[in-house]
């Protein structure tokens, strides 16, 4: 569940601004133009954009590894500038890099110690975070001969082995074949149950729109759509009703006799009709050309 209304946000962005400088006369390069946003603690939070958008820019200064030309960021009130922002920070990058000669339970280990855990509590967090990303019949294996999905699973369980409150998805099923696709998305449900905040940018569309709460559309580095899915994909003058065992000859009348002479039907949805994510996206960003 979420905190308390009274918890600072999980992560503030304010007015970020982030311009690279480019060498041999060339013009500086603007990847993020004037980008608020706030993810609030317990919630599954979407940025998603073409490429070059300023997603990954933006990610990294919210964690700190990019200062910003102007603005601010903060994790859990802290500023990202701050290294004890990230303590409560678990991050997989779209990448992650192991050491391949290490098992999946030697990695966790590795990882473990990094983040100042040791002895019984770091092998048995080890061994609890190898079972809920459903890889402790392959902890003993080398991390060589894991499969992408694999790899990305250790990833989660690797950022999730100091307990964070927030994670930091970037692209976590880029590459990885559906049934680990399904395995990741079903993963970050079950963090919004222990009410881990999580940050995630996707490509797949489709993906985001089953796991999140909120959605930011960014393109050419500013934000163009942003609020809760259910009402970014809503069709505002478009009203859908869904019945259940209807008869032919209410569906004739159902227009104007529905309220006074709905029989047996059950009205089982209605409400705005839905777009897709992916019209939305294709519709937000066409708009900034």
Same mark, same amino acid.
């Given at each position: ?23 041999? @006369? ?6 993020? %133009? ?29 964690? @700190? ?46 990882? @473990? ?27 003993? %294996?080398?991390?060589? @001969? ?35 696709? %399904? ?90 009709? %839905? ?15």
């Amino acid at each position: 569940m979420p905190e308390p209304a009274t918890s600072p946000p999980a992560v503030t962005v304010e007015n970020l601004t982030k311009v690279f400088k480019s060498g041999l @006369g060339k013009p500086a390069f603007v990847a993020v %133009r004037d980008l608020s946003l706030t993810v609030l603690p317990g919630e599954v939070y979407g940025l998603i954009g073409p490429n070059g958008s300023g997603k990954s820019t933006t990610m990294k200064a919210i964690l @700190g590894l990019l200062s910003p030309t102007q603005g601010r960021t903060s994790i859990f009130g802290k500023s990202s500038t701050e290294v004890a922002s990230r303590t409560d920070v678990g991050f997989l990058p779209e990448n992650p890099y192991f050491y391949k000669h290490l098992s999946g339970m030697e990695t966790l280990l590795f990882y @473990g110690r990094l983040c100042s855990m040791g002895g019984r509590d770091l092998k048995d967090k080890a061994r609890e975070m190898l079972a809920l990303t459903g890889l402790e019949d392959a902890a003993d %294996r080398r991390v060589s @001969g894991y499969s992408k999905g694999m790899l990305q699973r250790l990833g989660l369980a690797q950022a999730l082995l100091h307990q964070p409150r927030l994670i930091v998805l970037d692209e976590p099923t880029a590459g990885v074949d559906p049934a680990g696709s %399904r395995k990741i998305r079903d993963l970050i449900m079950g963090f919004k149950a222990r009410g881990i905040t999580v940050l995630v940018t996707s490509h797949l569309l489709e993906q985001i729109q089953e796991v999140c709460d909120r959605v930011g559309i960014m393109a050419h580095g500013r934000m163009v759509r942003e609020g809760r899915l259910d009402d970014l994909i809503a069709v505002e003058n478009e009203t859908e009703l869904v019945l259940a065992d209807a008869s032919p000859e209410l569906l004739a009348e159902i227009r104007t006799l529905i309220e006074t002479k709905g029989g047996g039907a059950k009205i089982v949805r209605s409400g705005h009709s %839905r777009t897709t994510l992916e019209r939305l996206f294709l519709d937000a960003t066409e708009e900034t050309k």
